[in-house]
């Protein structure tokens, strides 16, 4: 039986050691490789909450980044709102902290946590880096502080995390799984794929596979790049079978991603025939001559939120001009507060011990406030909100997930074609 997440409240500085080699083997080694993990049974722990639920928030507001926080901050927010206007937590209004996660360059990440830590917040909506999800992560089980990530793709960020760890956005392979199922439906029966040779990248492979096998077809061919120079031997691979579709999971969008869409297209694998996937989809408009990618199609985790959704993030940033990872905020929030609630406590090793549970298996609900009205007369709830039913594993990732499906123009732009749910 699982052992029960117990509160481990300490100061900073006393885990400043093990931080410090946490960080260290997060800049010097690559992202961990998935690994299965079953849904625990939930152990009820000691209360340590004080009455009030604390939000804290982790996005970036500077560096690299500082264009996806926005959105996020106002998800928070009006998650916040709503779960106020429905009566609060556990009887009292839910507060919330922001601070600035800034980017993977600088320690900001690490002083803000800290900040956080003094405020007594008692869950963490963020950060959207993996990066700075790996950082933090160390900092956050000896605080007994979960964070539950909006935008954190890589795989297994939680998968030593105690239960400390839960997304609102699928893991970077779980678009596999999805890919298996639109290439299927497109008629494509045999499916080539080339990757980069980091293992973020990579780790698209082994679900693909699966997940055209479970519809009848086949990856017929892998071909893997580390440099300009593998580009040739890379397409050649992938093309000398003679696949109906060519999948390209690489790293970013840079010269290798460029060389390889240019030979891919010249050997007649562009248009409908080329899938591009989350870390490589981008504007191609100053990077590639026009039409190179017209008809091509692109995949991205998350989805589009609708007009009334974008309305109410402008509520609270009327400034917003991108709603990115807005609603995967918004869902993070929703279900921190939740597993509060089923906890019947607002401390943080509560909150971890429940966030899975909340969406599972129960009655389903799909608002806070219908949640809420359930939890009257019911013990167990499956939330179902804007990103759909996640279904959180043990590792706080989802098991369904939805994406939003894109297509090129001649003008090598991408437009969302529609969502697709795997």
């Known amino acids: 039986m699982p052992r029960a997440i117990t509160p481990r409240r300490r100061p900073l500085a006393s885990a400043a050691a093990a931080l410090a080699l946490a960080i260290s083997l997060a800049a010097c080694t ?72 800034g980017d993977a360059s600088t320690q900001t990440a690490e002083a803000s946590f800290a900040a956080l830590v003094d405020k007594g917040v008692d869950v963490v909506i963020g950060p959207s880096s993996s990066v700075l999800a790996t950082r933090l992560l160390p900092l ?80 017929v061919a892998t071909a893997t790049v580390d440099a300009a120079a593998g580009v040739a031997a890379a397409v050649a691979k992938a093309t000398k079978v003679k696949p109906d579709a060519v999948v390209l999971a690489t790293p970013d969008n840079g010269d290798v991603t460029k060389a390889l869409i240019t030979a891919l297209v010249a050997a007649g694998y562009g248009g409908g025939k080329l899938w591009l996937t989350t870390q490589n989809l981008a504007d191609y408009s100053q990077a590639l001559p026009a039409g ?4 091509a199609n692109g995949i991205l985790e998350g989805i589009q939120p609708d007009a009334a959704f974008v309305a109410k993030l402008k509520v609270e940033d009327p400034g917003l001009t991108d709603a990115r990872y807005g609603a995967e905020a918004y869902e993070a929030t929703i ?25 599972r298996e129960g009655i389903r609900c799909t608002s806070f406030g219908e949640c809420a009205d359930v939890l009257e007369t019911e013990p167990d709830i499956a939330y179902e909100g804007l990103v759909g039913p996640l279904r959180l594993d043990g590792a706080g990732d989802p098991t369904i997930a939805t994406y939003t499906v894109f297509s090129y123009n001649g003008e090598n732009k991408y437009a969302a074609t529609g969502p697709v749910t795997g």
């Open 30 to 101: 690559a992202a961990p490789m998935p690994t299965p993990t079953p849904t625990p049974t939930e152990t009820p722990v000691a209360p340590s909450g004080d009455g009030v639920l604390r939000i804290g928030t982790l996005f970036p507001t500077t560096g690299a980044t500082a264009f996806l926080g926005a959105a996020q901050v106002a998800g928070v927010n009006a998650a916040i709102r709503e779960i106020n206007a429905a009566g609060g937590v556990l009887g009292a209004p839910v507060e919330v902290v922001n601070r600035d996660s």
């Open 140 to 219: 956050a089980v000896e605080a007994g502080i979960p964070l539950v990530s909006p935008a954190a793709t890589y795989p297994g960020v939680g998968s030593t995390a105690e239960g400390f760890f839960a997304r609102t956005i699928p893991a970077y392979p779980h678009q596999g799984v999805v890919l298996g199922q639109l290439l299927a439906e497109k008629g494509a029966d045999a499916v080539a794929l080339i990757v980069g040779s980091d293992d973020v990248s990579s780790s698209i492979a082994s679900p693909l596979e699966s997940s055209l096998a479970d519809h009848g077809d086949e990856l």
């Open 292 to 295: 190179t990618l017209n008809g």
């Open 335 to 359: 279900m921190a507060a939740l597993a509060a609630l089923v906890a019947g406590d607002d401390g943080g090793p509560s909150i971890a011990n429940r966030l899975v549970g909340v969406t």
